[in-house]
């Protein structure tokens, strides 16, 4: 009995992953609006100097952030989805073949991996925006010690 209540709260997890799915689909349109009032900003006020220039990369890296954001709900929408809803009888799609997802642990290590992508793409922006300066290299050392620390537990997790 408490088995079969257990084999069934799996369907629970429908619930994160129409969330999830909801949540990316939120993401890939607002950098819709994003980009489209960019390219609004572009025609209306041309780019006349340097740091006109610079304001169009960091909205750029904006874009990009928040698209990988996205992704990332996306990622973990579809696999929550394979692994505990659907785990037979599912066609391998590009997408799970690509990432290489075959379990939970393969999941955690593909989130970490993007979240490290997702800090230096944050490194950037705030590199771009603020300059060279003591802010930029205490940002930069920040995000180093939480890579390292991500790299050093996916290692762990690898040797186990």
Request: aromatic content about 10%; overall charge positive; cysteine-free.
């Amino acid at each position: 009995m408490l088995e079969r209540a257990f084999n069934s709260s799996r369907f629970l997890v429908f619930i994160i992953v129409a969330m999830s799915m909801l949540s990316a689909l939120m993401l890939y349109l607002s950098t819709v609006v994003v980009v489209w009032n960019l390219v609004l900003d572009l025609f209306t006020r041309p780019i006349g100097s340097a740091d006109e220039g610079k304001r169009l990369a960091v909205g750029l890296l904006k874009v990009l952030d928040i698209l990988l954001i996205a992704l990332t709900f996306q990622i973990i929408a579809i696999s929550l989805f394979r692994l505990f809803i659907k785990r037979d009888n599912i066609p391998k799609s590009n997408f799970i073949k690509v990432l290489r997802i075959n379990d939970f642990h393969d999941l955690k290590v593909t989130l970490l991996h993007v979240t490290i992508v997702i800090l230096a793409i944050l490194f950037l922006e705030h590199a771009v925006e603020v300059g060279a300066s003591l802010d930029t290299l205490y940002f930069g050392l920040a995000i180093a010690v939480v890579i390292a620390a991500i790299v050093y537990a996916t290692k762990q997790m690898h040797d186990k």
